[in-house]
């Protein structure tokens, strides 16, 4: 370690590498020399040694070296830092001018890439105009040629139609000739036809009348001979009773007697039923029910068939909606044999498309016990109306195989209106209320079937209930000539309950029922039904019992006008 003298500046141990370092100390910073002033300062030096003096002197005289030693370190740290960044400028002015002259480069091989392509299309440009004109040169060969063509083709086919039209002619005075031959004999034919049908029609009214006079007349002799016996009768009895009082005291009492028990035993039956009814029996708000009939659903023999009901053996509907109803329905028919709770239906739809029917089906053919009832039964009840809803939940849970309620017009009391402001009566909110009290949970007893024409205006708590919703829209093509022809055979081609059949004119067939189905687009199932059993009572009304075709367009018409009639 080297240790200055006092009185000298210190000396860097780094200065025998070469490297000319100088310590600075207050403003003793060399200067140029100028003319006029001296060219050293002696009194910094003096200050310098007087520091020295008092360093020496101090005892930390070994640290103020070690210090004045790191900061020459630290000043040569600075300047290799200077030294190191000046390359590392030098460094990116050389990589920047590398990427100018790159991008110089690329836009040197980008423009004559540009030139090469400018020149290949003025090259393409100038082959595709050539090869135009080549084209344009054989179309107008080609249309010359086919100009020719078509001048000789039209020669010859004015010659073709020319002697056609002379062929045709000859034929057309020949048909003429031949027509008004057969004219002239079918005329005959039918004044012959007509004067012997109604010769012999004449014959059969006269046969007719006399039989009817005949058949009248033995009536009219019977209903007098009976009428003079009873007159006879009753004239006896009334002799023998005016002449024996006792008789007549007797018939009197026994009369009185016998009003007397029919009325009393009238009214017993009355209030017995009503007893019966109100503590056993169904709710009155049941208008079908299956409990306690003999059903041949319920009541099989053993050896009888298994086989499960066919709900839609005669129900015509669309194919997906068809599908989904046959899944619910054996879900239904199944679930107490799964081991699963009942699942709330709900059918809504346009009027007549068939809700109600197959509710009604699948309830009366489903082997469970059904119960039918109407939204509309519930408003008359007025206060009574919920204590008669809690019955009918509690009389439907009591079903050991399981009970289908049918509500018809749901929304006649499960409609939205439970706020205050709203026209709902009390006695309705009560009834809703009860309706989501009794379906909350999921049953094992009862399986709820809504029907209605507007499902926008249920309650959301009853549609939270549902859990599945099926929409019956109105017939297509297919549904409506499936419906024609079952609602055809149903009612024209079967004969009635009175034995009386309809003849149809074979006008009447599959191809008029297709042309029907087209022109009744729009119509639901009821107003097709309404329309055959229009063409039914169109037939009967005529007097006749023949239907034609003639009679059958006649009503279409009719009822197209008037669907809802």
Known sequence: MHWPRFGQPPVSSTAASGTPVTASSGSSTSKKDEPGESRFDPSNLERG????????????????????????????????????????????????????????????????????????QYKAQMEYELQGKKLEFQKEVLEYQLKREQEQFMQHESFRIKNEQQLEQAARETIQMRGSFDRENAVAEAKALAAGNAQQERENIEIRLREMRAKHSEDRTTRMQAIEETFSGLASGAKALHEDPSKMVTLVAGLTTLALGVYSARAATRVVSTVIEKHLGR?????????????????????????????????????????RLQWSTNALLNAQQNGTPFRHLMLHGPPGTGKTLFARTLARQSGLDYAIMSGGDLGPLGKEGPNELHKLFNWASRSKSGLVLFVDEADAFLRRGRAAETAMS????????????????????????????????????????????????????????????????????????????IEIEEGVNEDFLQQVAKRTEGLSGRQLAKLVLALQSAVFGSGTQRLTKGLAETVLEWRLANPNA
């Open 49 to 120: 040694a007087v520091a020295l003096k008092d360093i020496d002197k101090s005892g930390h005289a070994s640290w103020a070296f070690e210090l004045a030693t790191l900061q020459e370190k630290s000043a040569q740290l600075n300047h290799q830092s200077e030294v190191e960044q000046q390359r590392v400028a030098r460094m990116q002015i050389e990589e920047q001018l590398a990427s100018a002259q790159a991008e110089e480069m690329r836009r040197t091989i980008s423009h004559m890439a540009d030139q090469e392509r400018s020149t290949a």
């Open 283 to 323: 709710p009155p708000l049941v208008r079908e029910t299956s409990r306690w009939t003999w059903r041949p659903q319920v009541m099989r023999w053993p050896w009888a068939s298994a086989d499960k009901p066919n709900v839609f053996e005669n129900i015509v509907l669309e194919e997906e909606l068809s599908e």
């Open 426 to 501: 009390e006695d309705a909110r009560n009834a809703l209320s009860v309706f989501l009290h009794h379906t909350g949970t999921e049953n094992a007893r009862v399986a709820v079937i809504l029907a209605t024409n507007v499902p926008s205006v249920l309650d959301r708590a009853v549609l939270d209930r549902i859990d599945e919703a099926f929409e019956f829209p109105k017939p297509q093509y297919e549904q409506r000539i499936a419906m024609l022809k079952m609602f055809v055979d149903q009612y024209l081609f079967k004969p009635t309950k009175k034995g009386r059949g």
